[in-house]
């Protein structure tokens, strides 16, 4: 099982992910938790984000998924809850490819389901990521 929990800081997605942890046994991967590992450990991917984090910004896509996709592939278990993770469509769609390997087109559905929210789903796992607008 395979879950995603978004919503604005101070929302409850660290709050639910416990609850959800403790019932099903899932492993929780925080995008917040990794970052904060990545960047103590000065991993090359962590000494990338640091001054985005430092300066208050939001870390690129790139950098994220690749920080994201590193710690699902190096989880124990196949079952997750992802905390905060992804933040746009961008990021949900380069994680699933990379997770689930390249899917053909036609197995992607994609919806818009609440306004400025798109719902990606790809074989059986979907996650629902804020549409942003372009600065």
């Known amino acids: 099982m395979r ?11 660290g ?8 019932r099903y046994g899932l492993l929780h991967l925080s995008s917040g938790d990794i970052l904060r590992q990545e960047r103590a450990a000065s991993s090359e991917l962590g000494k990338k984000a640091q001054s985005y984090m430092d300066s208050g910004a939001l ?9 994201m996709v590193g710690a699902i592939k190096k989880a124990p ?3 997750f809850v992802l905390d905060g993770f992804p933040r ?19 197995n ?3 919806r818009q389901s609440i306004p400025n929210n798109i719902e990606i789903t790809v ?13």
């Open 3 to 13: 879950i995603v929990l978004l919503g604005a800081p101070g929302a409850g997605k």
């Open 15 to 22: 709050t639910q992910c416990k609850r959800i942890v403790a």
């Open 59 to 67: 870390v690129p896509d790139e950098i994220i998924v690749k920080m």
């Open 77 to 79: 278990k196949a079952d």
């Open 88 to 106: 746009t469509a961008n990021q949900a769609s380069e994680t699933l490819t990379t997770i689930n390997k390249p899917v053909p087109p036609k």
């Open 108 to 110: 992607v559905a994609t």
């Open 123 to 135: 074989g059986t796992t979907a996650i629902m990521a804020k549409n942003e607008a372009p600065k």
